[in-house]
């Protein structure tokens, strides 16, 4: 199995020791020779930035050591990982369902299309940013978003336009000071009330099997939405429950979604 993985990713030794314990043999894929060091066997280095080159490269590689399956373990290595699967004729997802999923504005664009029940929005590109004739569209308060970024950064709520503002300017210095190659534009979403829950699952050959679902008890109103507690089994109504697997099932599907792990999130009000 090829793990395609950031140098930086905490989580690369804890898939290879649980290949091990399973008898899967892993190889690490990464864009610096520090992330293939876990493995202590040779890797592949690849350049993340040039995503055919790197295609290229690994498939070289499957040529001499073929390879079975591939794994992205960080937000940044997904699209990667799916093009080589699809290169190497190995189930994945599309690398547009996984570019789809990753990127706020598109994620919004095809549930709202999907008729999900989505906040209003606004997609703010980086040469609209000097101007204030956007400010108020969505209304307030609302929740600014960096289209490419994961993990809760840049997630920041406004309640007048003097905090949007200011969210803004701290969202283009965090963009600034990412991978220039990420796409540096902002959704700017209408703030959403409601208790939330945050969904694990599995997707195979299209069918979605949840695993569980997690309570987050504490309030998430802002201004920023760090992670803290996750308690599961929730204490909710088991048609909730379906609702919210259901609701998750069809994102999925409109996604394009088909194969492999999902972490979803949603929030349930009146």
Known sequence: MLLVAHPASYRTASFIGAGERLGVRTVVASNSRLGLSPTGRPGVEIDFSDPQIAVERIRQFHARDPISAV????DVSLEIAASV????????NK??????????????????????LSP?????EPEEMMSSEWVGECGFPCVVKP?????????IRADNANGLSAAIVRVRGMLERENPNLDRSILIEKFIEGHEYAVEGVLRSGKFQCLAIFDKPDPLDGPYFEETIYLTPPDIRNDLKAD????IATACRAIGLTHGTIHAECRVNS
Not at 85 to 92: D, F, G, I, R
Not at 120 to 124: A, D, E, F
């Open 85 to 92: 699967a699809q290169a190497l004729s190995l189930k994945s």
């Open 71 to 74: 794994l992205g373990i960080e």
């Open 147 to 155: 289209v490419s970024l994961s993990g809760s950064r840049g997630v």
């Open 244 to 247: 919210i697997v259901n609701t």
């Open 95 to 116: 690398p547009q369902a996984i570019q789809d999923a990753r990127l706020k504005h598109h994620c919004r664009k095809i549930l709202a299309t999907a008729g999900l």
């Open 120 to 124: 209003t929005y606004r997609v703010l």
